[in-house]
């Protein structure tokens, strides 16, 4: 068994990943590793452990499911490597919703509007139109790959079908969200708002930071962009300036003065 590290691992398998399924591919692994241990020996990770990543999840979802794939995805890569000398994918098995929480949570997702800005809405359009002519592309890759009849060790096969999974999962999930997509304009109101530019002093350490409030999925923290779902958007939303507010976030609570809102 190989020494290699999880971490190493992941960007081994994230080089071979293309397109928009590497950042979805690098997200779920990210959070693999840093639960698990990026440092830790790969050769060390047993089913247990697999199995244990699986309850920490959560039940299984349409989410839960796309970040289980992305997984199982890597654990196949590991084995056809030879990294790993047996699948570890099988162990990670999501635990079935209740009837009660499957039809709760489908009943918020066909009830709730996302509020996207206008760039947000173009952004999404251009990956959808981006993903479709990808869809093309990789199943002419999985016509090439059966041409080998042998499907027991053929890995272009598996990678290739394992990109087609991600594309579609992600064409659908771009599709609903335009379907449920509210665009937010201008509003001038003088209101922390999806859509604006707000500068807030950090009370404690007199820092003063810019954020552009957007819609979850416009988040971009390198790009100043949060979402008005994170802890920050939440406590900002609705205030003008001058309010203080305090953010519960997972580092501890932060007390924050608005200083301006900037449509």
């Known amino acids: 068994m190989t ?3 999880l971490g190493e691992a992941v960007a081994s398998y994230i080089d071979t990943v293309k397109g928009p399924a590497r950042r979805a591919a ?4 990210d959070r693999l590793s840093r639960w698990y241990g990026s440092d830790k020996p790969l050769g060390a990770m047993r089913g247990h452990d697999v199995a244990t990543y699986a309850e920490a999840m959560g039940p299984s979802s349409p989410e839960t499911s796309r970040r289980a794939a992305q997984v199982r995805g890597f654990f196949v890569f590991l084995k056809k490597e030879g990294v790993l000398e047996q699948n570890l994918g099988p162990h990670l098995r999501l635990k ?4 009660a929480r499957r039809g ?3 009943g918020a997702a066909a009830s709730t509007d996302i509020e996207l800005t206008k760039e947000g809405v173009d952004a999404l359009q251009a990956e959808l139109q981006s993903l ?9 890759d999985i016509r090439r790959a059966m041409l080998d009849k042998d499907f027991r060790e053929n890995a272009p096969l598996d990678v290739a079908k394992n990109e087609q999974g991600q594309i579609e ?3 659908r999930d771009i599709e609903e969200m335009l379907k449920r997509a509210v665009i937010v304009g201008a509003g001038g109101t003088g209101r922390v708002r999806v859509g604006c530019t707000v500068t807030v002093t950090n009370l404690a350490s007199g820092r003063e930071t810019q954020y552009a409030i957007v819609g979850p999925t416009e988040a971009n923290a390198a790009d100043g962009k949060i979402s008005s779902a994170s802890p920050v958007g939440k406590a900002l939303i609705g205030c ?8 519960d976030a997972p580092a501890g609570v932060t ?3 608005v200083e301006s809102v900037k449509d």
Do not use: F, P
């Open 255 to 257: 007390k924050l003065r």
């Open 26 to 29: 690098l997200a779920e692994l």
């Open 3 to 5: 020494e290699i590290t």
């Open 96 to 99: 079935k919703a209740t009837k």
């Open 240 to 247: 003008v300036e001058g309010d203080e507010v305090e953010v």
């Open 132 to 140: 479709m002519e990808q869809r093309i592309s990789v199943r002419e």
């Open 169 to 171: 999962a992600r064409i």
């Open 104 to 106: 709760i949570a489908a």
